[in-house]
């Protein structure tokens, strides 16, 4: 899916009038930037799940979600200021609302490792990761509405005028890159949750083994959660 | 719900009374920090938006030396557990602690503000007190609410000054945001502008959303 | 009422052995068990700290609990005091279930564990009175108990200034306050001498006024087994032996300890 959309974007996108080439780094940013965002509100959502049910398996995904967003948000700020530097010139602008919000909310989820290095307890640790993720995650659509407050809007106005204003050719090519690269996270998610599910039986399988069925075989601290 | 609320206010304030550990350090660290930004930005006097900026990142840096220390009697001599052992509603804990970080900020800026009025303010404070103190007391509830929650989830960490710093600073990212905006014009040369409604009602709906989550998630961050 | 108070009379205080109050839930049948464990357990990560204990206690009797340290009394004990959630089984304190309904219980209930709970800036009249207004307790109360435990002397110096035994005798103070009905007693006697034991005994003994439920931790064989009627030894989390405190025989204990 997402190399269809790649292709799309080579070849059967137009080119921008005014931006030329560079443009066609919108059809990876722009989706980034969405799904990232998505994921962060869906890693809260996951995270009230889990504060409500207590089962561990809430955590889990709450803790993927965020985990690949923070990656996705890592590739929305390098893109976006490529983006930023060709049509703008410069790498970095602050009077663009969206990158700078980005900015704040990635330094904030940034955080979320070192909190759950930091708490030993397997049950608080997910429980305050938790907290913490639900917290972010109303914190991402209010922190976005007050810095596009502060900031003239210099943006390019693509997430308002998705289905309006692109050409429908564009539009056609941002749909589809939008889609592939929901797919990509979800499918990275049941990934990352497939592997944390084997290693886990896995462990439990050798403790199995060595014949300590309950005594404890500690493994080392880690932020990732466990069942 | 009431008294119980009253009961740990009463208990914080004898406590700082006692200690004197958070007011007179955020106090002494703001009036540090003017001396350094009058250096550092080699100027005599502020004015406008910049004196907003520098007003509004010291109180945020002192407030969050106070947050720092805002569970730390609990946590260390067992004051959680002995509150979670009375038969109280735990919601009283946000709201007793929320209130007496609150407090402190107003006793911090009572001396911080004319503090910098007198090493940095150019035009005279007394143009929009009144805008002003509203500007502080709205920015003080949402540092407040705010940092009882991210100094509740530090407060069981090991690097808990660490995490408190990382947590608080993009959260109230947009406090400082909309405070400076809203008190620009209250700082200007030639007299005060009028104060920018649509950043006030910012600050208001932010300290809304969050004293309306932290009431939400609060209660799980004292278990266990 | 007349008889509570000959309990106290080497501490006349006339405000200190309040009747308790009426609690909200109806009075139970005695036959009801104030504490019922049906397979209880807890994890702390992956190590298992508590497994599979089962014990019902009536109202007005004592469970001495033996075991080394790390075997789960403590555990146990912040179980019951609803600090800590438990991770398997049925635990019942007071006719209610647990975690569910610790609120309903949490009044009713005294705990005294290794610390204190005291803020050590506060004098022990101070932290005495503010415990008192979160139990809805009569500010009078933190009187009675101060003299019942001897601290009246030293009750206006901050926590922080006072020997460990007198921290004790307040954590005591701290625990009977609200008149509990079930006391969970992390070895109460710790750091306290001779005397301070005898003097504290009215208030936290097996014929304390009112006759609470208690459940004890202890160390000491023939000391812990006095006055208990059951007795459960912990090893490694795990149950070692749940018997009538009559039947425990000293190696019983000492085994535990092997």
Known sequence: ?227 | MRSTVAALLAKELTLEWRTREAVPAMVLFSIATYVVFHFGLDRDRVVGDLAAGVLWVTLLFAAILGINRMFVAEHEQGGFDGFLLAPVDRTAMLIAKATTLFCFLCVVELVAVPAFALLLLGPPLTQALPQLVLVLLLTNVGIAVVGTLVAGLAIQTRARDLIVSLLALPLLVPVVLAATRAATPLLQDGGAGALPGNWMAILAIYDLLFALIAYAVFDFLLED | ?258
């Not at chain 1, 948000?73 to 390098?78: D, T």
Request: proline share 6%; charged share 20%.
């Open chain 3, 1 to 258: 009422m007349q008889s509570k108070l000959n309990v106290s009379c080497r501490h006349p205080a006339p405000a200190r052995y309040l009747p308790p109050r009426p609690s909200s839930v109806l009075p139970v049948p005695t036959t009801d068990p104030v504490l019922a464990l049906r397979g209880a357990g807890r994890r702390y990560g992956e190590r298992v700290v508590l497994r599979e204990v089962s014990l019902e206690l009536e109202r007005g009797q004592t469970l001495v609990v033996f075991g080394p340290n790390g075997a789960g009394k403590t555990t146990l004990l912040r179980i019951l005091a609803t600090l800590l959630r438990p991770h398997a089984g049925e635990v019942e304190v007071l006719g209610r279930s647990l975690p569910g309904d610790g609120y309903a219980v949490r009044g009713r209930i005294g705990f005294l564990g290794h610390e204190a709970l005291l803020y050590r800036e506060l004098s022990g009249r101070e932290n005495l009175r503010y415990y008192a207004r979160l139990y809805r307790a009569a500010p009078a109360r933190a009187d009675a108990v101060l003299d019942a435990v001897g601290m009246q002397a030293r009750a206006d110096d901050p926590v922080a200034e006072l020997s460990r035994g007198m921290v004790q005798r307040l954590a005591i103070a701290r625990t009977v306050l609200h008149e509990p009905e079930l006391l969970l007693l992390d070895e109460p006697l710790a750091n306290l001498d001779p005397a301070a034991s005898a003097q504290v005994a009215p208030l936290i003994g097996a014929r304390a006024p009112g006759r609470p439920t208690r459940v004890v931790t202890s160390h000491d064989p023939s000391g812990g087994l006095r006055d208990a009627d059951l007795a459960l030894g912990l090893k490694g989390g795990r149950v070692a032996f749940l018997a009538p405190a009559a039947e425990i025989r000293p190696q019983q204990i000492a085994e535990l300890y092997a």
């Open chain 1, 1 to 227: 899916m997402l190399t269809g959309a790649f292709a799309l974007v080579f070849f059967y996108a137009p080119l921008d009038v005014d931006q030329g080439f560079v443009q066609k780094i919108f059809y990876v940013h722009v989706p980034m930037a969405l799904v990232a965002l998505v994921g962060f509100i869906v890693g809260g959502a996951f995270a009230v799940m889990h504060l409500r049910t207590r089962e561990s398996k809430w955590d889990m995904r709450s803790y993927v979600a965020i985990h690949l967003s923070v990656i996705l948000a890592v590739g929305v700020l390098v893109t976006g200021s490529i983006w930023a530097r060709a049509s703008w010139g410069h790498w970095w602008v602050w009077d663009e609302p969206m990158l700078v919000s980005f900015l704040i909310v990635f330094l904030l989820y940034a955080t979320y490792w070192p909190l759950r290095f930091a708490l030993e307890d397997k049950e608080k640790q997910a429980r305050y990761a938790s907290v913490f993720a639900v917290v972010a995650g109303a914190f991402v659509p209010l922190n976005f509405a007050a810095v596009r407050m502060a900031e003239q809007y210099i943006h390019p106005q693509t997430g308002a005028t998705i289905a309006g204003g692109l050409p429908p050719k564009m539009a056609l090519t941002f749909v589809v890159a939008l889609a592939g690269m929901s797919l990509l996270f979800v499918t990275l998610c049941k990934y990352e949750l497939a592997s944390k599910h084997a290693t886990y039986r896995l462990r439990a399988l050798r403790r199995r083994l060595a014949g300590d069925d309950d005594e404890l075989t500690l493994t080392g601290r880690s932020a990732a959660p466990q069942l």
